[in-house]
């Protein structure tokens, strides 16, 4: 439910305080009385807060339409209230960059842990009629907002309407939140290496991507329902200026009011942007040479184009309001040499001015005493020599130790993180080969020649935590170098994983790691060059035709016989841990290569299972690890399943929500399959080009997305069933062509195909697909 109230709080009254202090020092500055601000005989301030036209209250003549504002003087200090009825109260006016920085009153919503079961809860996001989009309204929401969540595995999605359709809407904003199963409280504070107080544990913030008019904040929690004992907090959510919620005592005081069982209302500021709207069958544009005489007043202001409307800005070297008759008035920049940094003598001129150093001085006159008086040339002479001399002596050798000090230092550097890694690395190979470590080591100063010294133009691409370069080493073999932006323990620890676990594998399937260098604090990883990009590239390319479903079906097989190997045919299994898209590499000939194994586990042979800590990616993770803890193989077949709806939709199971905005692609898709309408989600490529065999994989995919572990077949059987799919797609196209019939499925023969009730068994599949040899 919503909560909405209205009180002062320690935040309004330092930002009125904060607003009435700068603009009593912007007066002092300028040492002259304050200019007009508003139009003649209205007032031009409610409180502490000026009021500069087009902004006005009271008579319609005082402000320009859409932007009368009302000053509310039964509460004290009176508030200027936006708009006649609002639930947004006025801090600051910028005439300058078009924004108005509001406090909302109430701008909570709670999501009481009696909510069970609920896959998504919309809700209303408008406060009076500053977010409509019609009716001339001159305010968007800023992207100088963040939106923010507190609570515990959650999911908060704020939307706008697509302005080319009625029914679809654009996702503007999202973040998620997560919790341990033992937490209480919520989790947060500013994290090493990081501005934002919260890391996603226990509560989430994310920027709004563009100014917008928001139409509703979505709130769902994972997985399509909620336990009240394993999530006993409630959950907050509300939009607030960037920056704001990361001050430690604004935090600190939220975590306390929101709280049960107080749950206080809270005072969050906003930064609203605003626009003059522009009718557009009278002044079409801002050079029609009408539009500017009639809001644009001031000789010395130009008029700007923006979004939906326009605004008016002072020339350079003026200042005021340009809205009014000679508002934009000449800055007087010798009055203000912090600002303009003149420090000598000055010269004010219209819109600009000059500076120099007084007679008798020369120097730097844009710094606090720059300008010196010139040294006799007897004593600068002496002077002159002396240094000469001095310098003649020291500078050689100053040099010198200083270029031996970093040499020695790098040495010395080099040598403990090598001493460190090899360590760490030996340590976990000692019970299997001990010779990986010397065999695989490559120096930094190879990599270094290899790549130009991680030269920008070396860059294939990377995400948060590295960037992967292409590299050339000296055997002319081309490689791909992997390094991490950031050093954390645990980046250390998931790079010595990936270099244990690739050591000891040889698969087609799987990017082969050739070498590390261990002189750096977190290790770089050598692998065999992969050309073509990922799975990832190639299925979500914008306007072009995808791969074909023959390649489709061979990727998806070849991903398959990759972690069928890893789990059932290395010395210990190996569980992936993130299977998608992304982690999916294409060779020239499109063979699949599955990589990054930073977060894999090994598993020991007598167990079927792990506890650990949860990683993966959303969209893809396996909600029985999520919700226990306890990884097995079946988490990776969870993974695998939805890289299969991926290959067969060509949508994004991050990003995907259906048509009525209430579940992700796996729920949709399960729920089109068992209604026989699984051609609305399918590609139309693949409609085109698939036959029987689409249903087939389909199956097989909802097989493997099953909530239960057991119930998901092994690795090996999902191998066995697809080749069995591909072999028997081969013989009836060689027995087609023996034939030379022709089959060609239409549209409508499609839908029939894909909306029968036929019902397939998994088992009868994977008996079927053991029929053709391996």
Not at 235 to 253: I, L
Not at 644 to 655: A, D, W
């Amino acid at each position: 439910m919503a909560k909405i109230t209205s009180s002062m709080s320690p935040v309004a009254i330092f930002t009125r305080a904060a607003v009435l202090m700068s603009l009593l020092s912007a007066a002092g500055a300028a040492g002259a009385p304050m200019r007009a601000i508003g139009m003649p005989g209205c007032e031009t301030s409610c409180g502490d807060v000026s009021v500069p036209y087009p902004f006005g209250m009271g008579s319609a003549r005082c402000f320009w339409p859409g932007f009368n504002l009302t000053c509310d003087a039964t509460s004290e200090p009176p508030r200027l209230l936006l708009g006649y009825d609002s639930m947004l109260w006025v801090a600051k006016i910028s005439l300058r960059n078009s924004t108005v920085r509001v406090i909302h009153s109430g701008s909570m919503i709670d999501s009481t842990p009696v909510i069970h079961n609920t896959a998504a809860q919309d809700w209303n996001f408008t406060y009076g009629n500053c977010f409509t989009g019609g009716g001339g309204a001159p305010y968007t929401l800023s992207s100088m907002n963040e939106l923010i969540l507190m609570g515990c595995n959650a999911q908060a999605t704020l939307l706008q309407n697509d302005d080319t359709s009625t029914t679809t809407t654009n996702i503007i904003s999202g973040c998620a939140s997560f919790c341990s199963a033992t937490k209480t409280a919520y989790v947060g504070g500013v994290a090493s290496g990081h501005d934002k107080y919260c890391s996603g544990m226990g509560c989430c913030q994310a920027p709004i991507s563009i100014d917008s008019s928001p139409k509703e904040l979505r709130f769902r929690w994972f997985n399509g329902n909620h336990s009240q004992d394993l999530v006993p907090l409630p959950v907050y959510m509300f939009v607030a200026e960037e920056g704001w919620f990361d001050q430690r005592w604004v935090t600190d005081e939220l975590v306390q009011k929101l709280r049960p069982p107080s749950r206080a209302a809270l005072e969050v500021p906003l930064i609203l942007r605003w626009e003059v709207a522009r009718d557009v069958n009278s002044y079409p544009n801002c050079s029609a040479g009408d539009v500017a005489p009639n809001i644009c007043k001031s000789n010395h202001s130009y008029c700007n184009q923006e979004n939906r409307g326009y605004s008016c800005k002072c020339w350079s070297g003026y200042d005021g309001n340009p809205y009014l008759t000679d508002g934009c008035q000449d800055v007087n920049e010798c009055e203000r040499p912090e600002d303009y940094g003149c420090f000598g003598e000055c010269r004010n001129l219209l819109g600009t001015f000059d500076c120099w150093c007084p007679r008798g001085t020369h120097g730097n006159h844009t710094l606090r005493n720059g300008c010196v008086k010139p040294v006799t040339g007897s004593i600068l002479l002496g002077i002159g020599l002396g240094l000469v001399g001095v310098l003649i002596m020291i500078f050689p050798a100053i040099l010198v130790v200083r270029k031996a000090k970093k040499i020695i230092e790098a040495k010395d550097l080099k040598k403990k993180f090598f001493k460190q890694n090899r360590g760490q690395l030996l340590q976990q190979l000692v019970s299997q080969r001990t010779d990986v470590a010397e065999r695989m080591i490559i120096t930094l100063a190879e990599l270094e020649k290899a790549t130009k010294n991680f030269d920008k133009t070396h860059e294939l691409g990377g995400g948060g935590h590295g960037i992967v370069y292409k590299g050339i080493l000296s055997d002319m073999h081309v490689v791909a170098i992997k390094k991490s932006k950031i050093v954390i323990q645990q980046e250390i620890d998931e790079f010595i994983n990936e270099v244990v676990i690739l050591s000891q594998i040889n698969h087609k399937n799987i990017v082969k790691l050739l070498g590390c260098c261990l002189e750096v604090e977190v290790p770089l990883l050598v692998y065999e060059f992969i050309s073509n990009g990922t799975l990832h590239d190639h299925l979500h390319v914008t306007g072009q035709i995808s791969l074909s479903w023959d390649k489709r079906l061979r990727i998806g097989t070849d991903t398959a016989k990759a972690l069928a190997y890893l789990h059932s045919a290395t010395s210990i299994p190996v569980i992936h841990r993130d299977i998608k898209s992304t982690n999916i590499l294409l060779d020239a000939t499109l063979t699949a290569k599955v990589s990054d194994f930073g977060a894999s586990r090994h598993i020991q042979i007598d167990k079927t299972g792990v506890m650990t800590k949860v990683q993966g990616t959303i969209g893809y993770l396996d909600p029985m690890y999520y919700q226990t803890g306890r990884l097995t193989e079946k988490s990776d077949v969870y993974s695998f399943g939805v890289v299969l709806i991926e290959l067969v939709t060509r949508k994004k199971p991050f990003l995907y929500l259906s048509p009525g905005g209430d579940t992700g692609l796996v729920e949709h898709f399960v729920t089109l399959l068992s209604e026989g309408n699984l051609v609305e989600i399918l590609d139309p490529q693949v409609v085109e080009e698939g036959g029987e065999e689409i249903k087939e994989v389909a199956t097989l995919a909802a097989s493997c997305i099953k909530s239960r572990g057991e119930d998901r077949p092994t690795m090996r059987q999902v191998e066995m069933a697809l080749e069995g799919i591909q072999a028997s797609k081969e013989r009836i196209s060689n027995n087609f062509k023996e034939n030379s019939i022709q089959i060609n499925f239409s549209s409508s023969n499609a839908r029939n195909m894909l909306g029968g009730t036929r019902v397939y068994s998994l088992e009868e599949e994977f008996l079927q697909s053991s029929r053709y040899p391996r």
